[in-house]
């Protein structure tokens, strides 16, 4: 079965901490993305990566980076976490475009809940 | 620009009612159209995609038709179970779209009643 695995359900930070969270695919997708959801607000879209060490931002990028130095592992980062970040961070992967119809169908991992005291 | 719009919940309804929520689009072209579903604590799953004007996705029980002279994808079933619940979203990819990104709504929180 394919999966997209993110490597915590549930995280609990202070202000000002640095976040990592992990996310692992291993259906050889060349697309990766972080979405943040929030009730209301639905899903918004932080970064995206198309490729390896390629990235792009998304509609609400402003307090956190991505990596991505390996093809199946996208990392989201929160350089200084603050209250406003707590959310459900939820990473999808699918093929590129250019692998014809079907490409655009996204896999999703089961969510991270971040909460930032 | 891009976006979509679904029908707020929460919706509820007893078991074996009929099911539908709304959405429409704003976009050029011919946007690909989607249905993702999220069960409680889970992530979200594709229920049902079109891909161009008049086709109809279907999955599970639940239908949506690609109507672009109303740019609408409403979606629909026939008889809703208890397990139906979850959270439904709308969603699309623009036409063109060289990412496959994806623009979502926000989302229609559906409780089936047995």
């Known amino acids: 079965d394919v999966k997209v695995t993110q490597s915590s359900r549930y995280l609990v930070k202070r202000t000002g901490e640095k976040v990592f969270l992990e996310c692992v695919q291993d259906m050889d997708h060349e697309n990766m993305f972080w979405y943040r959801q929030d009730p209301g607000l639905g899903l918004r879209l932080i970064y995206f990566?198309?490729?390896?060490?390629?990235?792009e931002k998304g509609d609400i990028p402003e307090g956190y980076s991505v990596s991505r130095e390996k093809k199946e592992r996208f990392s989201l980062i929160l350089e200084s976490a603050s209250t406003n970040q707590t959310s459900m961070y939820l990473c999808?992967?699918?093929?590129?475009?250019?692998?014809?119809?079907?490409?655009?169908?996204?896999?999703f991992g089961a969510g991270s809940r971040l909460t930032v005291l | 620009g891009n976006s979509v719009t679904q029908m707020e919940g929460p919706v509820t309804l007893s078991e074996e009612a009929f099911l539908t929520i709304n959405c429409t689009y704003t976009?050029?072209?011919?946007?690909?159209l989607f249905w993702y579903v999220q069960y409680p604590g889970e992530g979200l799953q594709l229920l049902l995609k079109a891909t161009k004007a008049d086709d109809k996705g279907s999955n599970k029980g639940f239908e949506a038709t690609y109507r672009k002279e109303t740019t609408s994808f409403h979606l629909e079933k026939g008889s809703v179970q208890v397990s139906d619940s979850a959270v439904y979203f709308c969603a699309l990819t623009p036409y063109g779209g060289a990412t496959n990104k994806l623009i979502f709504g926000t989302g229609t929180l559906l409780a089936v009643q047995p």
């Open positions: 976009a050029t072209g011919y946007p690909s």
């Open positions: 990566s198309y490729d390896v060490k390629m990235k």
């Open positions: 999808a992967s699918s093929f590129s475009y250019l692998r014809g119809a079907g490409a655009n169908v996204l896999t």
